[in-house]
Protein backbone atom coordinates (compact mmCIF):
# COMPACT_ATOMS: atom_id res chain seq x y z
CA UNK A 1 0.00 0.00 0.00
CA UNK A 2 1.16 3.83 -0.49
CA UNK A 3 1.47 6.34 1.79
CA UNK A 4 -1.03 8.10 0.37
CA UNK A 5 -3.52 5.28 0.45
CA UNK A 6 -2.75 4.60 3.76
CA UNK A 7 -3.83 8.14 4.59
CA UNK A 8 -6.68 8.14 2.75
CA UNK A 9 -8.01 5.01 4.63
CA UNK A 10 -6.95 6.34 7.68
CA UNK A 11 -9.20 9.75 7.20
CA UNK A 12 -12.35 7.64 5.67
CA UNK A 13 -15.09 7.87 7.68
CA UNK A 14 -16.67 5.10 6.62
CA UNK A 15 -13.91 2.74 7.07
CA UNK A 16 -15.16 0.77 9.99
CA UNK A 17 -18.03 -0.16 8.01
CA UNK A 18 -16.23 -2.72 6.00
CA UNK A 19 -16.01 -4.64 9.44
CA UNK A 20 -20.18 -5.44 9.11
CA UNK A 21 -19.17 -7.27 5.56
CA UNK A 22 -17.92 -10.88 5.34
CA UNK A 23 -15.13 -10.50 3.04
CA UNK A 24 -12.30 -12.74 2.55
CA UNK A 25 -8.80 -10.76 3.65
CA UNK A 26 -6.69 -12.15 1.11
CA UNK A 27 -8.90 -10.67 -1.89
CA UNK A 28 -9.85 -7.84 -3.23
CA UNK A 29 -13.64 -7.79 -3.97
CA UNK A 30 -14.37 -5.00 -6.66
CA UNK A 31 -17.65 -6.72 -8.30
CA UNK A 32 -20.02 -5.59 -5.81
CA UNK A 33 -21.62 -3.53 -9.15
CA UNK A 34 -22.74 -7.24 -10.22
CA UNK A 35 -23.11 -8.83 -7.10
CA UNK A 36 -22.44 -7.13 -3.46
CA UNK A 37 -20.79 -8.33 -0.36
CA UNK A 38 -22.30 -10.34 2.38
CA UNK A 39 -23.21 -7.75 5.21
CA UNK A 40 -22.82 -10.23 8.32
CA UNK A 41 -26.26 -8.97 9.67
CA UNK A 42 -27.63 -10.97 7.11
CA UNK A 43 -26.84 -14.47 8.43
CA UNK A 44 -28.56 -14.29 11.74
CA UNK A 45 -31.79 -12.55 10.05
CA UNK A 46 -31.50 -15.64 7.64
CA UNK A 47 -30.83 -18.18 9.81
CA UNK A 48 -33.75 -16.45 12.29
CA UNK A 49 -36.42 -16.84 9.55
CA UNK A 50 -35.31 -20.19 8.45
CA UNK A 51 -35.47 -21.98 11.59
CA UNK A 52 -37.03 -20.32 14.10
CA UNK A 53 -40.22 -18.30 11.60
CA UNK A 54 -40.00 -21.54 9.04
CA UNK A 55 -38.82 -23.92 10.82
CA UNK A 56 -41.07 -23.27 14.41
CA UNK A 57 -44.41 -20.94 13.38
CA UNK A 58 -44.84 -22.70 9.88
CA UNK A 59 -47.77 -20.85 8.46
CA UNK A 60 -48.59 -18.73 10.99
CA UNK A 61 -45.22 -16.77 10.06
CA UNK A 62 -47.04 -15.04 7.39
CA UNK A 63 -49.44 -13.27 9.95
CA UNK A 64 -46.65 -13.32 13.61
CA UNK A 65 -43.70 -12.33 12.09
CA UNK A 66 -45.33 -9.90 9.06
CA UNK A 67 -44.01 -11.94 5.92
CA UNK A 68 -47.07 -10.19 4.06
CA UNK A 69 -45.59 -7.01 4.46
CA UNK A 70 -42.46 -7.32 3.28
CA UNK A 71 -43.10 -6.24 -0.11
CA UNK A 72 -44.10 -2.97 1.50
CA UNK A 73 -41.53 -2.87 4.47
CA UNK A 74 -38.58 -3.49 2.72
CA UNK A 75 -39.91 -0.70 -0.23
CA UNK A 76 -39.90 1.49 2.39
CA UNK A 77 -36.53 0.89 3.95
CA UNK A 78 -35.86 1.57 0.14
CA UNK A 79 -37.77 4.85 -0.76
CA UNK A 80 -35.40 7.77 1.55
CA UNK A 81 -32.35 5.96 -0.34
CA UNK A 82 -33.82 7.07 -3.70
CA UNK A 83 -35.53 10.60 -2.71
CA UNK A 84 -38.84 8.87 -2.70
CA UNK A 85 -41.43 9.52 0.31
CA UNK A 86 -43.71 6.93 1.43
CA UNK A 87 -45.96 5.15 0.02
CA UNK A 88 -44.41 4.92 -3.72
CA UNK A 89 -42.06 2.11 -3.48
CA UNK A 90 -42.53 -1.68 -3.58
CA UNK A 91 -40.16 -4.74 -3.43
CA UNK A 92 -41.22 -7.13 -5.88
CA UNK A 93 -40.01 -9.53 -8.56
CA UNK A 94 -36.81 -8.67 -11.00
CA UNK A 95 -35.96 -5.85 -12.43
CA UNK A 96 -37.03 -7.35 -15.94
CA UNK A 97 -40.23 -8.18 -14.67
CA UNK A 98 -40.84 -5.00 -13.48
CA UNK A 99 -40.05 -3.20 -16.28
CA UNK A 100 -42.76 -5.21 -18.66
CA UNK A 101 -44.72 -3.91 -15.87
CA UNK A 102 -43.66 0.16 -15.40
CA UNK A 103 -43.35 -0.28 -19.29
CA UNK A 104 -47.16 -1.44 -20.17
CA UNK A 105 -47.99 1.59 -17.45
CA UNK A 106 -46.07 4.01 -19.11
CA UNK A 107 -48.14 3.10 -22.54
CA UNK A 108 -51.35 3.05 -20.80
CA UNK A 109 -50.57 6.81 -19.40
CA UNK A 110 -50.16 8.28 -23.01
CA UNK A 111 -52.10 5.91 -25.22
CA UNK A 112 -52.03 8.34 -27.95
CA UNK A 113 -48.40 7.06 -28.22
CA UNK A 114 -46.77 4.16 -28.43
CA UNK A 115 -42.97 4.85 -29.16
CA UNK A 116 -40.53 3.38 -26.20
CA UNK A 117 -37.34 5.58 -26.48
CA UNK A 118 -33.96 4.03 -25.40
CA UNK A 119 -30.04 4.23 -26.01
CA UNK A 120 -28.38 1.86 -27.45
CA UNK A 121 -25.91 0.33 -25.43
CA UNK A 122 -27.73 -0.13 -22.59
CA UNK A 123 -28.05 -3.52 -20.35
CA UNK A 124 -29.86 -5.54 -22.83
CA UNK A 125 -32.45 -7.15 -20.68
CA UNK A 126 -33.99 -3.75 -20.16
CA UNK A 127 -34.46 -3.45 -24.68
CA UNK A 128 -35.32 -7.30 -24.44
CA UNK A 129 -38.01 -6.45 -22.13
CA UNK A 130 -39.61 -3.43 -24.51
CA UNK A 131 -39.34 -6.43 -27.69
CA UNK A 132 -40.90 -8.65 -25.55
CA UNK A 133 -44.03 -6.13 -25.00
CA UNK A 134 -43.77 -4.20 -28.46
CA UNK A 135 -44.59 -8.23 -30.09
CA UNK A 136 -47.35 -8.95 -27.66
CA UNK A 137 -49.08 -5.56 -28.13
CA UNK A 138 -48.48 -5.20 -32.28
CA UNK A 139 -46.69 -2.15 -33.99
CA UNK A 140 -49.81 -0.23 -33.83
CA UNK A 141 -49.47 0.25 -30.27
CA UNK A 142 -45.75 -0.19 -29.29
CA UNK A 143 -42.35 0.00 -31.32
CA UNK A 144 -38.99 0.51 -29.53
CA UNK A 145 -36.65 2.69 -30.84
CA UNK A 146 -32.92 3.11 -30.00
CA UNK A 147 -30.63 5.82 -30.27
CA UNK A 148 -27.29 6.91 -29.91
CA UNK A 149 -26.72 9.70 -26.79
CA UNK A 150 -26.20 12.54 -28.58
CA UNK A 151 -29.32 11.98 -31.09
CA UNK A 152 -31.61 11.67 -27.79
CA UNK A 153 -32.91 14.92 -27.42
CA UNK A 154 -34.30 14.72 -31.38
CA UNK A 155 -35.75 11.36 -30.84
CA UNK A 156 -38.16 12.86 -28.59
CA UNK A 157 -40.62 13.65 -30.69
CA UNK A 158 -44.44 13.62 -30.34
CA UNK A 159 -44.32 9.28 -30.90
CA UNK A 160 -42.67 8.83 -27.95
CA UNK A 161 -44.90 7.58 -24.92
CA UNK A 162 -42.09 6.10 -22.61
CA UNK A 163 -38.32 7.24 -22.21
CA UNK A 164 -36.34 4.47 -20.55
CA UNK A 165 -32.63 4.78 -19.27
CA UNK A 166 -30.41 3.26 -17.34
CA UNK A 167 -28.80 5.90 -14.98
CA UNK A 168 -25.08 4.58 -15.27
CA UNK A 169 -24.13 2.59 -18.21
CA UNK A 170 -23.11 -0.97 -17.19
CA UNK A 171 -20.31 -0.87 -19.90
CA UNK A 172 -18.61 2.28 -19.34
CA UNK A 173 -19.48 3.47 -16.46
CA UNK A 174 -21.09 6.86 -17.35
CA UNK A 175 -23.25 8.47 -15.50
CA UNK A 176 -26.65 10.31 -17.10
CA UNK A 177 -27.76 13.73 -15.86
CA UNK A 178 -30.99 12.20 -14.55
CA UNK A 179 -32.65 16.07 -14.14
CA UNK A 180 -32.10 17.24 -17.32
CA UNK A 181 -33.19 14.15 -18.82
CA UNK A 182 -36.21 13.59 -16.88
CA UNK A 183 -36.81 17.21 -17.66
CA UNK A 184 -36.33 17.02 -21.81
CA UNK A 185 -39.05 13.95 -21.08
CA UNK A 186 -41.69 15.69 -19.78
CA UNK A 187 -40.78 18.93 -22.21
CA UNK A 188 -41.53 16.19 -24.81
CA UNK A 189 -44.82 15.20 -22.88
CA UNK A 190 -43.23 11.66 -22.70
CA UNK A 191 -42.86 9.82 -19.10
CA UNK A 192 -39.45 8.52 -17.90
CA UNK A 193 -38.73 5.73 -16.81
CA UNK A 194 -35.30 5.35 -14.98
CA UNK A 195 -33.33 1.88 -14.30
CA UNK A 196 -31.42 2.64 -11.08
CA UNK A 197 -30.13 -0.92 -11.35
CA UNK A 198 -25.94 0.88 -11.03
CA UNK A 199 -26.81 3.90 -9.10
CA UNK A 200 -29.56 2.73 -6.03
CA UNK A 201 -27.56 3.02 -2.89
CA UNK A 202 -24.08 4.39 -4.09
CA UNK A 203 -25.41 7.63 -5.88
CA UNK A 204 -27.82 10.21 -4.05
CA UNK A 205 -31.12 10.09 -5.85
CA UNK A 206 -33.93 12.53 -5.61
CA UNK A 207 -36.68 11.11 -7.59
CA UNK A 208 -39.94 12.91 -6.20
CA UNK A 209 -37.85 16.55 -6.68
CA UNK A 210 -37.38 15.46 -9.81
CA UNK A 211 -40.72 14.29 -10.70
CA UNK A 212 -39.69 11.19 -11.89
CA UNK A 213 -43.03 9.23 -13.14
CA UNK A 214 -41.38 4.94 -13.04
CA UNK A 215 -38.07 3.72 -11.97
CA UNK A 216 -36.74 0.58 -11.06
CA UNK A 217 -33.55 -0.74 -8.88
CA UNK A 218 -32.03 -4.04 -8.20
CA UNK A 219 -31.49 -5.55 -4.53
CA UNK A 220 -28.17 -7.59 -5.26
CA UNK A 221 -25.90 -4.86 -6.37
CA UNK A 222 -25.25 -2.15 -4.28
CA UNK A 223 -28.17 -3.02 -1.79
CA UNK A 224 -26.15 -6.08 -1.12
CA UNK A 225 -29.29 -7.89 -0.51
CA UNK A 226 -27.64 -11.56 -2.05
CA UNK A 227 -28.05 -13.59 -5.08
CA UNK A 228 -31.01 -12.86 -6.87
CA UNK A 229 -32.59 -10.37 -4.71
CA UNK A 230 -35.53 -9.21 -5.15
CA UNK A 231 -35.88 -5.23 -7.25
CA UNK A 232 -37.85 -2.21 -6.84
CA UNK A 233 -40.53 -0.38 -8.45
CA UNK A 234 -41.08 3.13 -7.76
CA UNK A 235 -44.03 4.71 -8.94
CA UNK A 236 -44.73 8.29 -9.12
CA UNK A 237 -48.17 8.83 -6.76
CA UNK A 238 -49.64 10.84 -9.64
CA UNK A 239 -49.95 7.80 -11.56
CA UNK A 240 -51.23 5.56 -8.61
CA UNK A 241 -54.93 4.01 -9.87
CA UNK A 242 -54.90 5.59 -13.10
CA UNK A 243 -54.03 2.71 -15.22
CA UNK A 244 -53.88 -1.20 -14.18
CA UNK A 245 -50.63 -3.16 -15.12
CA UNK A 246 -50.94 -6.34 -16.89
CA UNK A 247 -49.49 -8.70 -14.34
CA UNK A 248 -52.74 -8.82 -12.13
CA UNK A 249 -51.55 -11.34 -10.04
CA UNK A 250 -53.74 -12.19 -6.80
CA UNK A 251 -51.31 -10.79 -4.08
CA UNK A 252 -51.67 -7.40 -6.41
CA UNK A 253 -55.76 -7.52 -5.30
CA UNK A 254 -57.31 -5.17 -3.02
CA UNK A 255 -59.05 -8.58 -0.82
CA UNK A 256 -56.22 -10.97 -1.87
CA UNK A 257 -57.71 -13.51 0.57
CA UNK A 258 -61.47 -12.75 0.05
CA UNK A 259 -60.72 -14.54 -3.54
CA UNK A 260 -62.86 -13.09 -5.37
CA UNK A 261 -63.25 -14.63 -9.00
CA UNK A 262 -62.23 -11.35 -10.31
CA UNK A 263 -59.44 -8.55 -10.38
CA UNK A 264 -59.65 -5.50 -8.79
CA UNK A 265 -56.43 -3.66 -8.16
CA UNK A 266 -54.71 -3.20 -4.86
CA UNK A 267 -54.25 0.92 -4.41
CA UNK A 268 -51.22 2.79 -5.58
CA UNK A 269 -47.62 0.99 -5.73
CA UNK A 270 -49.01 -2.43 -4.48
CA UNK A 271 -50.83 -3.18 -7.30
CA UNK A 272 -47.27 -3.94 -9.01
CA UNK A 273 -47.12 -7.30 -6.92
CA UNK A 274 -48.17 -10.31 -8.72
CA UNK A 275 -47.51 -13.98 -6.86
CA UNK A 276 -46.32 -14.71 -3.45
CA UNK A 277 -42.73 -13.10 -2.64
CA UNK A 278 -39.63 -15.25 -1.91
CA UNK A 279 -39.56 -14.36 1.73
CA UNK A 280 -36.37 -15.70 2.22
CA UNK A 281 -35.04 -13.52 -0.09
CA UNK A 282 -36.53 -10.11 0.96
CA UNK A 283 -35.58 -11.13 4.71
CA UNK A 284 -31.62 -10.81 3.47
CA UNK A 285 -32.24 -7.75 1.35
CA UNK A 286 -34.35 -6.26 4.63
CA UNK A 287 -31.00 -6.83 6.92
CA UNK A 288 -28.53 -5.74 4.30
CA UNK A 289 -29.94 -2.63 4.02
CA UNK A 290 -29.75 -2.14 7.50
CA UNK A 291 -26.18 -1.22 6.92
CA UNK A 292 -27.09 1.95 5.63
CA UNK A 293 -28.47 3.63 8.76
CA UNK A 294 -24.97 3.51 9.94
CA UNK A 295 -24.12 6.38 7.15
CA UNK A 296 -25.54 7.89 4.19
CA UNK A 297 -25.98 8.00 0.34
CA UNK A 298 -24.09 11.33 0.24
CA UNK A 299 -21.12 10.37 1.75
CA UNK A 300 -21.05 6.71 -0.14
CA UNK A 301 -21.07 9.16 -3.02
CA UNK A 302 -17.83 10.95 -1.76
CA UNK A 303 -16.28 8.30 -1.35
CA UNK A 304 -16.66 6.67 -4.56
CA UNK A 305 -15.49 9.49 -6.18
CA UNK A 306 -12.85 9.88 -4.08
CA UNK A 307 -12.06 5.77 -5.03
CA UNK A 308 -12.51 6.22 -8.72
CA UNK A 309 -10.92 9.39 -8.69
CA UNK A 310 -7.98 7.63 -6.77
CA UNK A 311 -8.07 4.45 -9.04
CA UNK A 312 -7.90 6.73 -12.26
CA UNK A 313 -4.65 8.52 -10.92
CA UNK A 314 -3.18 4.62 -10.43
CA UNK A 315 -3.41 4.02 -13.41
CA UNK A 316 -1.99 7.15 -15.38
CA UNK A 317 0.96 6.72 -13.01
CA UNK A 318 1.72 3.31 -14.00
CA UNK A 319 1.30 3.77 -17.37
CA UNK A 320 -2.12 1.97 -18.27
CA UNK A 321 -3.96 4.23 -19.41
CA UNK A 322 -1.57 3.97 -22.85
CA UNK A 323 -1.95 0.53 -22.63
CA UNK A 324 -5.92 0.78 -21.71
CA UNK A 325 -8.63 2.50 -22.88
CA UNK A 326 -10.65 3.95 -20.39
CA UNK A 327 -14.07 4.54 -20.81
CA UNK A 328 -15.45 5.81 -17.96
CA UNK A 329 -15.92 9.65 -17.89
CA UNK A 330 -13.30 11.47 -15.75
CA UNK A 331 -15.93 14.32 -14.67
CA UNK A 332 -17.11 13.51 -11.28
CA UNK A 333 -20.87 13.95 -12.16
CA UNK A 334 -20.42 12.06 -15.36
CA UNK A 335 -19.00 9.00 -13.30
CA UNK A 336 -20.84 6.10 -11.85
CA UNK A 337 -18.76 3.92 -9.26
CA UNK A 338 -16.44 2.04 -11.39
CA UNK A 339 -13.70 2.42 -13.93
CA UNK A 340 -13.83 0.44 -16.85
CA UNK A 341 -10.96 -0.40 -19.32
CA UNK A 342 -10.88 -1.52 -23.01
CA UNK A 343 -8.46 -4.01 -24.52
CA UNK A 344 -8.56 -6.90 -26.62
CA UNK A 345 -6.77 -8.79 -24.31
CA UNK A 346 -9.79 -7.95 -21.59
CA UNK A 347 -10.93 -11.28 -21.03
CA UNK A 348 -7.24 -12.71 -19.90
CA UNK A 349 -6.47 -9.90 -17.93
CA UNK A 350 -10.13 -10.43 -15.85
CA UNK A 351 -8.86 -14.09 -15.41
CA UNK A 352 -4.77 -13.23 -14.44
CA UNK A 353 -6.41 -10.59 -11.92
CA UNK A 354 -9.32 -12.82 -9.86
CA UNK A 355 -5.89 -15.62 -9.83
CA UNK A 356 -4.36 -13.00 -8.04
CA UNK A 357 -7.00 -12.25 -5.51
CA UNK A 358 -8.32 -8.60 -7.12
CA UNK A 359 -11.87 -9.99 -7.71
CA UNK A 360 -12.80 -8.01 -10.80
CA UNK A 361 -15.03 -9.03 -13.70
CA UNK A 362 -15.17 -8.89 -17.56
CA UNK A 363 -17.93 -7.53 -19.82
CA UNK A 364 -17.84 -8.68 -23.97
CA UNK A 365 -16.30 -8.64 -26.04
CA UNK A 366 -13.51 -6.37 -24.32
CA UNK A 367 -14.27 -4.49 -21.08
CA UNK A 368 -13.09 -4.98 -17.58
CA UNK A 369 -14.68 -3.04 -14.88
CA UNK A 370 -13.79 -2.47 -11.85
CA UNK A 371 -16.71 -1.86 -9.49
CA UNK A 372 -16.16 0.03 -6.13
CA UNK A 373 -18.87 -0.43 -2.95
CA UNK A 374 -17.58 2.69 -0.60
CA UNK A 375 -19.27 0.45 1.97
CA UNK A 376 -16.65 -1.97 2.03
CA UNK A 377 -13.62 -1.05 -0.33
CA UNK A 378 -10.75 1.00 0.95
CA UNK A 379 -7.78 3.38 -1.06
CA UNK A 380 -5.61 0.10 -0.16
CA UNK A 381 -7.86 -2.54 -2.87
CA UNK A 382 -7.41 0.69 -5.57
CA UNK A 383 -3.80 0.25 -4.73
CA UNK A 384 -2.98 -3.57 -5.07
CA UNK A 385 -5.95 -3.34 -8.13
CA UNK A 386 -3.77 -1.06 -10.05
CA UNK A 387 -0.57 -3.32 -8.93
CA UNK A 388 -1.79 -6.48 -9.94
CA UNK A 389 -2.86 -5.19 -13.45
CA UNK A 390 0.44 -3.49 -14.27
CA UNK A 391 2.35 -6.63 -13.23
CA UNK A 392 -0.24 -8.68 -15.09
CA UNK A 393 0.11 -6.35 -18.22
CA UNK A 394 4.23 -6.10 -18.08
CA UNK A 395 4.60 -9.56 -17.82
CA UNK A 396 1.96 -10.24 -20.13
CA UNK A 397 -0.04 -12.84 -17.91
CA UNK A 398 -3.06 -12.16 -19.59
CA UNK A 399 -2.23 -14.44 -22.62
CA UNK A 400 -1.94 -17.51 -20.48
CA UNK A 401 -3.51 -20.58 -22.63
CA UNK A 402 -5.25 -21.31 -19.12
CA UNK A 403 -7.88 -18.77 -19.70
CA UNK A 404 -8.73 -19.68 -23.41
CA UNK A 405 -12.34 -20.54 -21.93
CA UNK A 406 -14.90 -18.63 -20.81
CA UNK A 407 -17.26 -20.26 -18.19
CA UNK A 408 -20.99 -19.65 -18.67
CA UNK A 409 -21.37 -16.87 -16.06
CA UNK A 410 -18.76 -14.12 -16.83
C1 LIG B 1 -28.21 -5.88 -13.30
C2 LIG B 1 -29.14 -5.20 -14.24
C3 LIG B 1 -30.41 -5.75 -14.50
C4 LIG B 1 -30.79 -7.08 -13.92
O1 LIG B 1 -32.10 -7.44 -14.23
P1 LIG B 1 -32.79 -8.64 -13.45
O2 LIG B 1 -34.06 -8.82 -14.16
O3 LIG B 1 -32.99 -8.19 -12.03
O4 LIG B 1 -31.89 -9.84 -13.55
C5 LIG B 1 -31.25 -5.03 -15.33
N1 LIG B 1 -30.90 -3.83 -15.86
C6 LIG B 1 -29.68 -3.29 -15.62
C7 LIG B 1 -29.32 -1.97 -16.20
C8 LIG B 1 -28.77 -3.97 -14.81
O5 LIG B 1 -27.55 -3.45 -14.60
Given at each position: VTAEAAALDAQD???????LFKLNPATSYLDGNSLGALPLGVIDAVQRTV??????DLIASWNTHNWIDLPVTVGEKIAPLIGAQAGQVLCVDSISINLFKLLSTGLALRPERRVILTLSGDFPTDAYMAQGLAQLLGPDRCELRRVSADRLHTAL?????VLMLT???????ECYDMAALTRAAHEAGAVVLW????????VPLALDALGVDMAVGCG????????GAPAFVYLN?????VVQQPLSGWLG????????PDYLPAP?????QAGTPPIISMVALNAALDVFAHTSVAAIRDKSLALTEHFRELLQERGLLERLECL???EPERRGSQISLRHDQAWGMSQALIEAGVIVDFRAPDILRFGFAPLYNSFADAVRAADTLADIVREE???????SKRPAVT
Open positions: ALAPLRKSGEWGDDTDVAQVNYRSGDLAHSAGVYKYFNGGPRRHHDHSQAFEFSGVRAFTPERYADARY
